[in-house]
């Protein structure tokens, strides 16, 4: 990560470029093409510059470019409105302002509030720590239990797959909405050590990341397989409240999944939790606090080997 924050435009650059096909930009197909995507001059005319600039902008020695230059090259490499704002967030033309970010805190109304919803409701950090969830959320899916981060379980956890209907497509969306979030606070402690563990231990983080996809994750529909329960098909939306953001899930009204969640939220908590699997409270990573014990569901008698079973839906 340290190299990749020397050079990020450079990297964003170089990444894009790779995912351009020659069909895509207008260029004749032929001769033998021994890089994939576009290559550095094809970039630079498209876009109006010179070969030799656009080079020196890959390789980091001019931080430095124009508006209009990054304009010309979202255009060139078909950015939509969010990735045309990460690139031109990533110009060196304003100074990055020191910053401390205080540890992400759950109001106590907040708490007040996850305790009365229906609903499976969880709040999280910007790095997908689950900070607080209420006993739905938990029925759902004991990932969703304070202490997770719902990235490394949707990457690592053998019964992800399982779980989300879409394992897929959920892992792109999360790894380029994490890229979104970090913006330019590279060297913030807790994406450093979130970064770092999943480069080492996922192959498909590693393959995403260098993808450098850009994306917000917040309103959409996900599909879930409950081990309980079955099928569920659940609307999300995601409210910020002060530094944190509240997650709800809920399905149409008089839907087979609203039938269904009402049949979860029926069935005793110990059914409910063991038939997923749970897992020993945790402190909540990068907060120094521990997680709200309230909240909990009883811990298994022998969490299962290995971790398995802790992956959230999307």
Known sequence: MRDEESNRLGGYLRARRELVSPAQAGIPPGGNRRVPGLRR??????????????????????????????????????????????????SAARPKAPRRRRPEHVPQRVHELLAHLQIPAFVEGRAFDVLASNPMAVALSPRLRPGENRLRSLLLDPEEQAFQQDWTRATADFVAALRTTIGDDTDDPR?????????????????????????????????????????????????????????????????????RLRLLAALPPAESADSAGTSPDSDVPGTGQRADAALRPPPRRSPPAGGGGRAGPG
């Open 191 to 259: 994406f450093v050590e979130l970064v770092g563990e999943l480069a080492l231990s996922s192959q498909r983080f590693r393959t995403l990341w260098a993808r450098h996809d850009v994306r917000g994750l917040d309103g959409g529909t996900t599909t879930v397989n409950h081990p309980v329960v079955g099928e569920l098909r659940l609307h999300r939306d995601k409210l910020a409240i002060d530094d944190v953001i509240l997650v709800v899930y809920y399905p149409d009204k008089g839907s087979d999944s609203d039938e």
């Open 41 to 90: 001059e094809e970039v630079a005319l498209l876009a109006g510059i010179s070969p030799d600039y656009y080079l020196r902008l890959e390789r980091g020695r001019d931080k430095n470019p124009s508006p209009q230059v990054l304009e010309a090259l979202a255009r060139v490499l078909q950015l939509d409105d969010i990735e045309r704002t990460y690139l031109l967030g990533l």
